[in-house]
Nanobody, 117 residues
Framework: VQLAESGGGLVQPGGSLRLSCAASGFTFSRYTMGWYRQAPGKERELVATISMSGMSGSPNYADSVKGRFTISRDSAKKTVYLHMNSLKPDDTAVYYC?????????WGKGTLVTVSS
């Protein structure tokens, strides 16, 4: 299982970014995917999850990002996205992609998002 995040960078407050997580080594469409983040000096926290393809139910979001972030997935590309709008300095963190596959949690190496003027 491999997860590779990309799309991070420096953005001004109020700006937008789209993160991508390319997945391989498992049947992508059959697993719930998640985005997490870890800010300096803080514990890693859940940002959003999206169920396996074809499953009913809405994605889940942390209260702190509801209405600003959108998680989506493309099974053909085996990629999960995190669209981030109205970014705030508090969103500064390393963002990680995660999947629980074969009973084991797998994490990507993360991509850094810095929100600063």
């Amino acid at each position: 299982v491999q997860l590779a995040e990309s799309g991070g960078g420096l953005v001004q407050p109020g700006g937008s970014l789209r993160l991508s997580c390319a997945a391989s080594g498992f049947t992508f469409s059959r697993y719930t995917m998640g985005w997490y983040r870890q800010a300096p000096g803080k514990e890693r926290e859940l940002v959003a999850t999206i169920s396996m393809s074809g499953m009913s139910g809405s994605p889940n979001y942390a209260d702190s990002v509801k209405g600003r972030f959108t998680i989506s997935r493309d099974s053909a590309k085996k990629t999960v996205y995190l669209h981030m709008n109205s970014l705030k300095p508090d969103d500064t963190a390393v963002y990680y992609c995660k999947v629980d596959a074969f009973g084991i949690p797998y994490w990507g190496k993360g991509t850094l998002v810095t929100v600063s003027s």
